[in-house]
């Protein structure tokens, strides 16, 4: 079992940035694939980013890429998110994800994962 929690969003100008955290209790952190959801008011469940059991893969959508950075201390039991060059369209509540996997599969798809962190605001102001 893993419990995550997510920390570290707020309002912030475009153009600005945010780094989001996601911090997970439970054992075994490093053999689970974590990552990153988003989603808007009245928009189904989007895809950001995800990262590999010990970092041997990253993935992210089109629309972040370039501009949002997964990374992960194993030792701290923590997943960031670092958010650049922020646009009014990142507004969303993100939400942590991880799935117990050992392989270096991106998996781009929310059912894929069992775990979920409850979810933190981002808002970008034009």
């Known amino acids: 079992q893993v419990q995550l929690v997510d920390t570290g969003g707020g309002l912030v100008q475009t153009g600005g940035s945010l780094r989001l955290s996601c911090t997970a209790s439970?054992?075994?952190?490093?053999?689970?694939?974590m990552g990153w959801f988003r989603q808007a008011p009245g928009k189904e469940r989007e895809f950001v980013g995800a990262?590999?059991?010990?970092?041997?893969?990253?993935g992210y959508a089109d629309s972040v890429k370039g501009r949002f950075t997964i990374s992960r201390n194993n030792a701290k039991n923590t997943l960031y998110l670092q958010m650049n060059s922020l646009k009014p369209e990142d507004t969303a509540v993100y939400y942590c994800?991880?799935?117990?996997?050992?392989?270096?599969?991106?998996?781009?798809?929310?059912?894929?994962?069992?775990?979920w962190g409850q979810g933190t605001q981002v808002t970008v102001s034009s």
């Open positions: 994800v991880a799935r117990s996997s050992y392989t270096n599969v991106i998996v781009t798809d929310p059912s894929g994962y069992n775990y």
């Open positions: 990262i590999t059991w010990i970092g041997g893969s990253v």
């Open positions: 439970g054992r075994s952190f490093s053999s689970y694939a």
